[in-house]
């Protein structure tokens, strides 16, 4: 059993818990609590970490057979990243996916997020766009790490599962989107068609900016169709994650509640 | 200038700010921010508390006229909620509102929340029904308290403008709505119909339960419709918060898009 802050493990587990560059040098990000474990695929786990109490309860049926490392529960508060540790936390290396596949299939369904900023709604995306449906979702790199652990856990093991990739330069993707004959609609103030009167017909990318400020005026005008989503009252917007899903909605629904 | 720990004011909104029977009692609660105490209506303000940089730039136009203390930077650091204040701060009367005359209403559009206990969710269910139209929102007391800090800032303002109540027993909550013809539409996942063939029609309410455990059992039994929202992958639940959006805004549709 570790129970040495000192040991080289467990500062190598702080440094990927506080440090987005870390967790990206290694190609790896943590995965923590038992439900999230337990859905994390056994390929991708380099190593399990779990208190003496889990240990004896015994560890998810997933995850039987991994290298398994036994750490105390006063260590283990160190290494989580929650206040009240259920003492299980997994390393898991970064899934990989292949864009070009995803964006030759007849007609994929995409999402891309610009800037998103709060771990939660980038979790609640990845979460919406499993159960949507989606295909991919591309991520601006200046958007929240979707390695952070507070995203990882808000996309309730949608991370594992659900492809999505890093862009640079939005410029660079509407183009390879164009090419690919892929539609992109924008939700925005300054939309005229109501998001329900979008077809999402053939390929298809739905544009989702920062909380703040929505999407930056280069990417809207790259859009092929602003759609806007009526309010009522005084309503100005509406959560990024929500107007995000009513839109993946949207598409899974004019696409027959089918998966892409 | 209010530079005092010790002082009397300071205590309160102490308390106030960590106490949610505080805050009951007192008939308050607290708006931080420029975006949000520049929304609340200047009747219910009591009392406006800023930095002197913020006296200096000028208080929110609608609080011209409200009774308003200054307080030292560093003393405001102590009674905001949050990391980086914004040094302005109001203590708001709740408002009111009569449940009858709204359910009295010709086809009112209501939402139940039971049992939600994320503040983030809570508040973006306030900032979504304003937007979709909804009449009313009735929250069971053993809910995260809606004057929380932390759900007042994610209301975004609606919790100004959105009627809400505090329900003890769903049963007589069903009863009143039962005598007034409001039909009950739960999500849950053993409904038969999808939320898309819901009409909404006349009198309705949207049932949405607690984050990890759904609607409670009694709750889902007096329900007059179960409506399931469709899921692909291996998606097990959809975030409270967008689940509820995804029924608001289809009675919002079902309703054309007017507000109720």
Redesign the interface.
């Known amino acids: 059993m570790i129970t040495a802050t000192s040991n080289g493990q467990i500062k190598q587990l702080q440094k990927w818990m506080n440090k987005s560059a870390e967790r990206a040098k290694d190609g790896i990000f943590l995965a923590e609590g038992l439900r999230l474990t337990g ?1 994390a695929p056994a390929a991708l786990v380099r190593t399990l970490y779990v208190t003496p109490k889990v240990a004896q309860a015994g560890i998810p049926e997933n995850l039987k057979g991994v290298p398994t490392e036994v750490v105390s529960p006063e260590l283990f508060a160190k290494i989580s990243s929650t206040d009240t540790p259920q003492g299980i936390l997994a390393v898991v290396s970064r899934p990989t996916w292949d864009p070009e596949a995803i964006l030759r299939r007849k007609a994929p369904f995409l999402v891309v997020c610009e800037r998103m900023q709060d771990p ?1 709604n980038l979790g ?1 995306v990845f ?2 766009a ?4 989606v295909s991919a979702l591309f991520l601006s790199r200046d958007a929240v790490d979707p390695y952070n652990p507070k995203v990882v856990r ?1 996309t ?3 991370i594992f ?2 492809p999505h990739f890093i862009y640079e330069d939005y410029k660079v993707l509407a183009e390879t989107f164009r090419k690919q004959g892929i539609r992109t609609y924008a939700a925005h103030l300054r939309g005229t068609m ?1 998001y ?1 009167e979008a077809d999402f017909a053939g390929g298809s990318a739905v544009l989702i900016g920062n909380e703040g400020n929505g999407l930056s005026e280069e990417t809207a005008a790259l859009a092929d169709t602003l759609v806007k ?11 990024a ?2 107007a995000a ?2 839109l993946m ?1 949207e598409g ?2 004019k696409r027959g ?3 892409q």
Chains 1, 2 share one sequence.
């Open positions: 859905e939660g609640t979460r919406t499993e159960a949507a449906g808000s309730m093991g949608a599962r659900v109501s329900t989503i009526p309010m009522a009252g005084q309503a100005e917007s509406l959560n994650s929500v899903a009513l909605y899974f629904r509640f089918d998966r």
